[in-house]
């Protein structure tokens, strides 16, 4: 039979782009969620969708079971909340602390569609960046903190992991190498965010454990950092959403980090007292969902 799962796979299919992170969308294993298209087909006598193809494309049948999907699934998410609504209430506050710089790009069009949601949910951000926001849960000045993984003390869930690359200006003398090691950064100028050395994976994870001998300049914002930057006046490791548009555009050029990468992970933390709450799970699943449909290069955590 047809089920509300499958037109759930194939909504997640069209937003995502690919299998790959449609299954991380669902949270499936991509073999999971290929038996299910497989049974699908199956049922129907041919496919839903076109492999190759960049991005998906349905075909005549894939793309009338999407047209029922439009049609069925937010009636079914509008009762969901409609339900615990009754149960929970609707109204309460959710006050987010950010610990990342660079997340208020793609957190202000999570934000709006959450207002949608829950329109009796006061959200609002807590202000400024914190490189310590776990005090702002303890003291109760913050409800979630979007940020490292605070597990074991408050409860956690997990958002998306992404790749950190270094940018540089276009004839900086590092520019002809396809990939940086630590020694490359010996003597450079690593331009940052004002927070700890330890609050840097660049330096946390590389430089410090390979005892780089390297100055530190801070700017504020990512604009700044980035203005710095293409002026030759040193290098910056950012995450690839981040940057994307300046390197596209040329402004600046962007390197990987050792063999296989720099990569961070970023989670949601909430009170215990808070994590069952359908508000609080509604907007890690906005935020889950929105970003994996518009930014590059992540890879959703399950």
Known sequence: ??????????????SAGSLVRAAQLLNLTQSALSHQIKLLEDRYGG???ERKSVPIGFTATGARLLKLADMLLPEIESAEREVARLMQGDTGSLRVALECH???????????????????VEIDLVSGFHSEAAELLRSGEADLV????????FATFPLFRFEILVVMAQKHRLASLRRLHAADFNGETLITYP?????????????????????????????????LVASRRGVAALPNWAIKNYVDYDYVIARPVGEQG?????????????KHKAYVLDFVNVIREQCAASLDGIKLLS
Not at 102 to 120: A, G, H, Y
Not at 146 to 153: A, M, P, Q
């Open 47 to 49: 496919p839903l969708f």
């Open 146 to 153: 979007i940020g490292r993984n605070y597990g074991g003390e």
């Open 1 to 14: 039979m047809l089920e509300i799962r499958h037109l759930r796979t194939l909504s997640a299919l069209r």
């Open 102 to 120: 660079t997340c208020f790009d793609w957190l202000m069009p999570v934000m709006d569609e959450f207002r949608k949601r829950w329109p009796e």
């Open 262 to 274: 720099l990569w961070s992970d970023l989670f949601v933390s909430v009170p215990e007292a808070q």
């Open 195 to 227: 927070v700890p050395d330890e609050r840097i994976d660049l330096i946390r994870e590389v430089l410090a454990p390979a005892h780089i001998d390297f100055q530190r300049r801070n700017a504020e914002l990512t604009v700044a950092v980035l203005q």
